[in-house]
């Protein structure tokens, strides 16, 4: 069988497991391999952002998510939206992913964002940018969401006024409304040591203790649903900047994927 053969086989398993007995798949539970494999494999896709797909164990890191076919995920802090496109690609026509900036990271991302979307790239991606006490999502509209290395800045606090104080959990509170019962979150991030204030931590740093994401979480009402060691890298100094060139690109990474309860 050739690859293609092999991507449109599980294509249609994938569809074929999402309509059983007319259910539709949960985030965190589709089975979409082959939906992965297809998107990565997309002609259409970058040069630049394929050569960051083993780094980033983009496949491991989208079958933990677990999205399929016609859901609606949002890339939370997407800035150049490198997840955005591959989540684009496996939902597809039906699906929807919402690319969500407050405005510091679209400034950031500025022609990463144009260049992602020029002549109509990607027209099932909805470009948000808002700031986080703004942020209006309709009630139960969301299969999943993701936060990819960008979780900690929920807790920057630049002295130079680049980066606006956001409250974590108010972002929190606005997808657990916006997610379906049964619907996911995923968090990458950069490990830092256990303990100290987390401000002060991302300030010195741009890392945070995992101990304080599952908080932060689990104080909002979600359930932790597991965890991957996809990025962990055992030998990183927590105490080091993550630009440090001695760990820059590969620090120790936490992946956490938390639930809102069904119930």
């Known amino acids: 069988m050739n690859p293609r053969s092999r991507r449109s ?8 497991l999402a309509c ?26 970058p040069d630049a952002d394929r050569a960051q797909d083993e780094p980033r164990k983009a496949a491991e890191f989208l ?63 909805e470009q948000l940018t808002v700031a986080v006490d703004q942020l209006e999502l309709a009630p139960a509209s969301l299969d ?7 979780y900690h800045d929920l807790y920057w606090r630049p ?10 959990r108010q972002l929190l509170g606005a997808l657990y409304g916006a997610l379906k019962p049964g619907g996911v979150i995923v968090v990458q991030d950069h490990v830092a040591a256990p303990g100290g204030d987390p401000s002060e931590v991302v300030d010195k740093l741009h890392r945070i203790d995992p101990a304080t994401v599952r908080r932060d979480f689990e104080a909002t ?8 060691s996809m990025l962990a890298h055992p030998d ?17 990474q936490f992946v956490f994927r938390f639930r809102k309860p069904r119930q």
């Open 159 to 168: 002295t130079d006024g680049s980066w606006p104080p956001t409250d974590p």
């Open 63 to 125: 079958e933990f998510l677990g999205v399929g076919p016609g859901q609606t995920v949002l890339d939370a802090f997407a800035a150049g939206g490198y997840y955005t496109e591959l989540l684009a690609r496996i939902v597809g026509d039906s699906g929807r992913v919402i690319a969500y900036n407050n405005p510091p990271y679209a400034n950031f991302a500025a022609k990463g964002i144009a260049a992602r979307y020029a002549d109509g790239r990607l027209p099932n991606v």
């Open 9 to 16: 086989l599980g294509l249609a398993l994938t569809l074929a």
């Open 221 to 228: 009402g979600f359930e932790f649903a597991g965890e991957s």
């Open 144 to 150: 999943a969401a993701i936060f990819v290395m960008s």
């Open 236 to 252: 990183d100094d927590h105490t080091l900047q993550v630009f440090d060139p001695s760990v820059r690109g590969h620090t120790d």
């Open 20 to 45: 059983v007995g007319g259910n539709a798949v949960i985030a965190g539970e589709a089975a979409t391999p082959g939906v992965i494999e297809a998107a990565l494999a997309s002609t259409q896709r």
